[in-house]
């Protein structure tokens, strides 16, 4: 087994130096090697002193080359005193000899540690007594919260393997990484298993327990279930690189924070709904996430990906089409480029419009896809028949990677007065970009009638049944005035409508 110092045979060499201080080295005696000699400059090796005046010291130094040789003594074991202060020499020859000590044995001697056997536990502490023995071994079953590992009698250099394991009933308890002594650095995955799987620790120093690295045998991927309180979640990685999270939604979520995440780190949150549908607001991400648009699925399973490579500094929550519900691909309109001060809306056809009976807190969305970059300045709607004290506003939702409305991107900051004839507009800066698509309609405030765009001049998304006249072209939900939903939250059975489009106009920057 290892040893933490240097050995060698018949290494003796005699001394003059009086008092407590680094020892030069001069005669070899006959039969005798020289200690630098025999272990080489720089090492460590565990000495004795016979002195002139026949008292003695054991203890550990340094050998180094010079004119003359010497070797330092760092560390007292024992003395003639019964002490472990540095005996000082008196004048006179004293010889010096490289010995293997009974903690040199000890250090060869592997250790097997368990409770009551080199292994103590007390008020959440729990003490490792290494008996200076390079290799230590233990065992032992959690009973309460550890808070606090001490190592003690740790040589030079030592490396303690323990198993830890939980007791199933009463459990499971815990041993944080800041339990284990000051100094120590952690150098994989820190992860204490809650199960029957024991939890295997290698603690590891070279300097006697001043500094020391920690290895355990943390899982490649681990499993999380939060639950839904008052919208938020919170997400333990625990140092694990590859996530799970199984989420079954109950609410909407409008918070989600991330604790001890690695720098590199994958979660991947496996989303069910149960009552909903329900949404997770592109906005609930922790800070610096970059949120690609998608959609939830209103049953089954969406999985929705959540990567960093800096520990969540930085982010990406990107998902794949969850679901695909039955959208025509909208053809592109207008065809050509419009200049600035002309007018659009979201109808495909050159038709007559016909008019839209508001509900209050009704959103009317139909789809608008730009074959060329376009931005506007001002958007708003024609009223045909007024209501005293009516209002709403315009909004602008992004698609998601199905195709569906998913982010909010414009809700108007101030209603629009619909409680008089004419065009009623907001002022904006808001720029369509070439090929995406995005949903453009009207948070209806009343009962105001407006302009819209009659089913034939829209896509189809369907037709309820083989015999219907009227196409399902306008995608609908109702919340409370003012407060757009940040994510439209499609739900293809709630949402899709046979109602003219209210015909938001447009007006090109």
Known sequence: MAIAHAIADRARQQTTTTGTGTLSLGTVPSGARGIVASVGTGKTVRYHIYASDGTWESGEGVAAAGTPDTLSRVTVFANSAGTTAKITLPTGTHTVDVT???????????????????????????????????????????????????????????????????????????????????GTVLETAYYLNTDTIPTRFWWTTTDGGTT????????????RAPAISAGAITVDAAGISDVTVNLALTANVSSIALQNVPADCRMRFVVTQSGGPWSIAASAWPAGTIV???????????????????????ALARAPAAFAPALALLPLSPLIPLPAGRWFDQCLLSAAHSTLTGVAGRVDVCGLLRPFDVAINQAGVEVTTAVAAATGRVVIYGATSAGVPGPLLYLGTADLDLSTLGFKSHTL???????????????????????????????????????????????????TYPNAPAEFVFDASAHLATRAAPSVRMRVA
């Open 100 to 182: 293997l000590e009974s903690r040199s044995v000890n250090e060869m001697t592997p250790r097997s540690l368990s409770l009551g056997n080199g292994l103590t536990f007390s008020a959440g502490v729990l003490t490792i007594d290494c008996m200076y023995s390079t290799d230590v071994f233990f065992v032992y079953t959690l009973s309460a919260n550890v808070t606090s590992v001490t190592i003690v009698n740790a040589p030079e250099r030592c490396t303690v393997h323990g198993k830890i394991t939980q007791p199933g009933a009463g459990g499971p308890y815990t041993l944080p990484q800041s339990a284990w002594p000051n």
């Open 212 to 223: 020391a690295t920690l290895e355990c045998n943390a899982p490649f991927s681990i499993t």
């Open 292 to 314: 690609h648009p998608h959609a939830l699925a209103p049953t089954g399973t969406t999985v929705i990906e959540w990567e960093t490579r800096d520990g969540g500094t930085s």
């Open 429 to 479: 800066a808001f720029t369509f970009q070439a090929g995406k698509l995005y949903y453009v309609g009207f948070m209806h405030g009343s009962t105001a009638v407006i302009r819209a765009i009659q089913g034939y001049s829209l896509p189809a998304f369907g037709l309820a049944s083989s015999t219907a006249t009227a196409p399902l072209s306008v995608l609908s939900q109702t919340v």
